[in-house]
């Protein structure tokens, strides 16, 4: 079982910047390739990247890519997404997930923190 923990989210004008963590537990938390996804209100949820588990391959979404990016430390248990040049379509809540088998398949979900950009 894998618990996961948002943080860092917020109220940010357009343009600014917010980093959100995620805190992981379990010890193989090095295998897992972890995810970040959003959901705003209204619409369904999107993926918005992911990471391998070693750190060494990240993907994003073309409406994040240059401006989000997804660090991981496999020593602390902890994922990061450093959002810059934040948008008000940016607003949603987010969540981190964890593809424990590297299948695609998101096992584990946090229970999101919420990001506000306003305009």
């Known amino acids: 079982q894998v618990q996961l923990v948002e943080s860092g989210g917020g109220l940010v004008q357009a343009g600014g910047s917010l980093r959100l963590s995620c805190a992981a537990s379990?010890?193989?938390?090095?295998?897992?390739?972890m995810g970040w996804f959003r959901q705003a209100p209204g619409k369904e949820r999107e993926f918005v990247g992911r990471?391998?588990?070693?750190?060494?391959?990240?993907s994003y979404a073309d409406s994040v890519k240059g401006r989000f990016t997804i660090s991981r430390d496999n020593g602390k248990n902890t994922v990061s997404m450093q959002m810059n040049s934040l948008k008000p379509e940016d607003t949603a809540v987010y969540y981190c997930?964890?593809?424990?088998?590297?299948?695609?398949?998101?096992?584990?979900w946090g229970q999101g923190t919420q990001v506000t950009v306003s305009s």
């Open positions: 379990g010890r193989t938390f090095s295998r897992y390739a």
């Open positions: 997930a964890a593809d424990p088998y590297n299948s695609g398949s998101y096992e584990y």
């Open positions: 990471i391998s588990g070693s750190g060494g391959r990240t």
